[in-house]
């Protein structure tokens, strides 16, 4: 089985606060995503990654950045955490260069920034 | 680009009746079609995927979804509700031959009754 692991379920932050999320999947996959998760509006692409070191913003990429120096760690950085961005954070995983493929999702990290 | 509409956020059903979730796309190219199912406090799994095989897909826990191209529709059903199916549900579409634009519905939170 896949196995998609995020690295905190639940996380709390101060304003201005420099915040990591990681993300590690065990299956060699060259796909991995960032989401965040919002009541109302469903999962939004933050960052998309195809490879190692490289990246793709999605819809939101705003206020973060994305880190990818090995192929099963893909991190989402806020480099200066707003309340606004208290959300549900969601990695995903997936085979790469098919967008068949099913994506891989983990837990999610709650983050609430105060 | 592509998108999709879930038609009622909330859904409530009482124990063994039929459980029948919308979703609506638009797309310009034709579409891959996915349906995920999130439980409480858990990461997104696969329940069905269209990938233009067949029309009607199967998926697990007795789930299925039929692709109606001219209703440009995908709604998932299944016969007998199960306490066990209360979760939200996500409608997610993405293009084919492009590997990095699924788009996510807002999700449908269902709720069974006993």
């Known amino acids: 089985d896949v196995k998609v692991t995020q690295s905190s379920r639940y996380l709390v932050k101060r304003t201005g606060e420099k915040v990591f999320l990681e993300c590690v999947q065990d299956m060699d996959h060259e796909n991995m995503f960032w989401y965040r998760q919002d009541p109302g509006l469903g999962l939004r692409l933050i960052y998309f990654s195809y490879d190692v070191k490289m990246k793709e913003k999605g819809d939101i990429p705003e206020g973060y950045s994305v880190s990818r120096e090995k192929k099963e760690r893909f991190s989402l950085i806020l480099e200066s955490a707003s309340t606004n961005q208290t959300s549900m954070y969601l990695c995903a995983s997936r085979v790469g260069g098919r967008a068949v493929e099913t994506q891989y999702f983990g837990p999610g990290t709650r983050l609430l920034v105060l | 680009a592509q998108s999709v509409t879930q038609l009622g956020s909330h859904v409530s059903v009482s124990e063994g009746a039929l459980v029948l979730l919308r979703c609506n796309y638009s797309?310009?190219?034709?579409?891959?079609l996915f349906w995920y199912v999130q439980y409480p406090n858990q990461g997104l799994q696969l329940l069905l995927k269209?990938?233009?095989?067949?029309?009607l897909v199967k998926g697990i826990n007795g789930f299925e979804a039929e692709f109606k191209k001219s209703e440009t529709s995908f709604h998932l059903t299944k016969p007998s509700a199960h306490m066990s199916d209360a979760a939200e549900y996500f409608c997610?579409?993405?293009?084919?031959?492009?590997?990095?634009?699924?788009?996510f519905g807002a999700g449908t939170r269902l709720t069974v009754k006993p």
């Open positions: 797309s310009s190219v034709p579409p891959y």
């Open positions: 269209y990938t233009s095989a067949a029309t």
């Open positions: 997610a579409v993405s293009r084919q031959y492009n590997n990095n634009d699924m788009r």
